[in-house]
């Protein structure tokens, strides 16, 4: 993969430089509530600000419906939660690039902070339409993208502004492209990918991709009960993607003949139905009851996966092992995660938007080298998709 130019290698002192970040965090009574995306987005606009740039932020929220202003999806808290942050008061536009902004752009000194108002109020931004990539080029002498999570989107604050301006990565896009592709182009061996959520049509681009690089492959969750059904097991009414059963069957061959170790459950928690109350069994894998579903791995598999994560150099873990919003179906993805927290000697990686938060809910977070802000993004940079925002980047 070409380099991508990095805003170390940005003169910024005295420049307006658009920063594209993602904001996109929860707001509730017009307060930010989880500041984990500003918070990421922290060193490269200190950084800037630091070096006397003038910093304009921009960003989406939310789905607004792309008709202008929408109090609920206005990106002031956003700026709140930064100026708190940063302990400098944060300029909020009340516009993406109208008279407003320009007028609060022109007037910031050396240093300051401004936060566009949100990009999807626009139609334009995600149609990457060329007219409304000027319109923001004009408020800026260079273009930095830290939003890694929509980088694989081609929108025009992540791919279209960076053919106006001359661009650069920042850290946390940086960060995220170089540990993802290190991860895929040079992992220690043994390496383990943990793969679970909910479907297998979801992730089968990953699987395959993950095929080519790693010694173990780990799966769980909901998809497991597509590759059980593959080896012709009775699932019961677990969830099975019927039209990918002959796919699985496939890969369990090719990974057979690639000499990659792939292990499926060996023992299920069974619910009767799809509920934290649920009446439950622990079955082996060849006793699944046809009137009841599969909601987590069972103990013994647990273990077996712990052991494997145990021995690896290098883990990749997307997707929860069960359905861990419900307690009753939590422990395999507990296990796991505390297994995957516990070796320290390899490179532990997280990716995919419920898997962070399972990390996030039993407190393991810190305990790992790598937690991917991009949930999506990820998912595709490791299936070896180019994604637009990052190839942007590369020009
Ligand atoms: P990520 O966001 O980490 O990529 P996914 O979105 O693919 O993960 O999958 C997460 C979802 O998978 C969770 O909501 C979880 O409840 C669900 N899930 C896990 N195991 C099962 C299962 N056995 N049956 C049904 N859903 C499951
Ligand atoms: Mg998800």
């Known amino acids: 993969m070409a380099a991508i130019r990095s805003i170390d290698a940005l003169d910024a002192a005295g420049k307006r430089v658009l920063v594209r970040v993602d904001f996109n965090a929860p707001v509730a009574d017009g307060a930010v509530t989880d500041d984990t995306r500003i918070r990421a987005a922290l060193p490269t606009i200190r950084k800037l600000a630091g070096d006397g740039a003038k910093v304009i932020l921009m960003s989406h929220r939310g789905r607004p419906d792309g008709t202008g202003f929408q109090e609920e999806f206005s990106l002031a808290p956003a700026a709140r939660r930064l100026g708190e942050l940063l302990g400098v008061p944060v300029a909020m536009a009340g516009d993406i690039c109208g008279d407003d902004a320009r007028a609060k752009a022109a007037a910031l000194a050396d240093g300051e902070v401004l936060m566009l108002e949100n990009l999807r109020f626009d139609p334009r931004e995600k149609k990457n339409d060329r007219a409304f990539c000027e319109e923001l080029a004009e408020l800026g002498d260079a273009y930095v993208n830290d939003a890694f999570g929509t980088a694989h989107r081609a929108h025009a604050s992540t791919a279209g502004l960076a053919e106006l301006l001359p661009s650069y990565a920042g850290y946390l896009l940086q960060n995220e492209v170089d540990t993802l592709t290190g991860m895929l182009d040079a992992p220690r061996h043994p390496f383990c990918a943990i793969l679970g959520g909910s479907k297998v049509s979801d992730k089968i681009a990953v699987i395959e ?161 790598f937690i991917s802000t991009g949930g999506g993004a990820s998912m595709e940079l490791v299936e070896g998709r180019e994604l637009p925002g990052v190839a942007a980047l590369q020009r």
């Open 209 to 369: 991709a993950l095929m080519d690089k790693c010694d173990t492959l780990v799966i769980g969750g909901g998809m497991c009960f597509t590759f059980l059904a593959a080896q012709g097991y009775g699932v019961g009414t677990s969830l099975k993607e019927d039209d990918w059963v002959d796919r699985a069957a496939a890969m369990l061959r090719k990974a057979g003949q690639k000499g990659v170790e792939l292990l499926l459950p060996v023992d299920v928690v069974c619910a009767d139905r799809f509920a934290e109350d649920a009446s439950t069994r622990t079955v082996a894998i060849d006793a699944i009851p046809a009137d009841m579903m599969g909601l987590d791995i069972g103990p013994r598999t647990a273990r077996l996966y712990a052991y494997a994560i145990g021995r690896a150099q290098t883990v990749f873990w997307n997707g929860p092992m069960g359905v861990f919003e419900m307690d009753a179906f939590a422990a395999g993805t507990e296990a796991v995660a505390r297994a995957v927290a516990a070796n320290k000697a390899a490179d532990t990686i997280i990716g995919g938007g419920d898997s962070v938060a399972a990390v996030n809910k039993f407190g393991l977070a810190d305990a790992m080298t």
